[in-house]
């Protein structure tokens, strides 16, 4: 297969949703409960298993996630950072590059803006994509998925198509950002 693959990283729930070149998907998402690993890096490895088994899978062209952000509670952005990296060396690590980019990028190229809120993010997910979920998780990789394949299209001069505030987002991530690719020796 031949695709994108967008990562929602989480501890509660790991969305990942796999979008083919035809536009057909496969998703899921990946649960987890505190009480279920002995520590940190258990839970952590069990996820990153997963998401490298649907790698392995799907074989996409690409791997996309957010990148990391601080958020309000320290305790809670240091997992996120520590499941970020621990899934950025999984895939270098495996021979695949990735991108990440900016939450504020993935809302915009959805929803034109980017503050928009996760209700918002859900009716256009299901409005734009005719994706349906509750759930904000796959709702993110969802949209992070189509700001890949956007992205290659953008990359391959298919611009035709995209919308003015798309067309801005993905200009913004070629100027700031670029597919982090595997180096030699990678160890840690």
Do not use: W
């Given at each position: 297969m031949s695709g994108v693959l967008g990562l929602d990283l989480s501890f509660s729930g790991t969305g990942w949703v796999f979008i083919d070149t035809g536009g057909h998907d496969c998703h899921g998402e990946i649960k987890t409960d505190v009480k279920d690993f002995n520590s940190l890096f258990e839970r952590v490895d069990h996820i990153a298993d997963i998401i490298m088994e649907k790698v392995e899978q799907v074989n996409p062209e690409l791997v996309v996630m957010e990148d990391y952000f601080v958020g309000l509670n320290k305790q809670v952005t240091i997992m996120?950072?520590?499941?970020?990296?621990?899934?950025?060396?999984?895939?270098?690590?495996?021979?695949?590059?990735?991108?990440?980019?900016?939450?504020?990028?993935?809302?915009?190229?959805?929803?034109?803006?980017?503050?928009?809120?996760?209700?918002?993010?859900?009716?256009?997910?299901?409005?734009?994509?005719?994706?349906?979920?509750?759930?904000?998780?796959?709702?993110?990789?969802?949209?992070?998925?189509?700001?890949?394949?956007?992205?290659?299209?953008?990359?391959?001069?298919?611009?035709?198509?995209?919308k003015k505030y798309e067309l801005e987002v993905l200009k913004k991530i070629d100027k700031e950002r670029k597919i982090e690719q595997p180096y030699k020796n990678l160890t840690i």
């Open positions: 996120i950072v520590v499941l970020g990296t621990i899934m950025r060396y999984r895939l270098l690590n495996s021979g695949r590059g990735y991108l990440s980019v900016a939450p504020t990028q993935v809302k915009k190229f959805l929803t034109g803006s980017g503050t928009a809120k996760k209700d918002n993010m859900l009716k256009c997910i299901y409005q734009r994509f005719g994706f349906d979920t509750n759930s904000n998780n796959l709702a993110d990789a969802c949209a992070i998925a189509h700001v890949g394949s956007a992205f290659l299209k953008y990359k391959a001069g298919n611009i035709d198509e995209l």
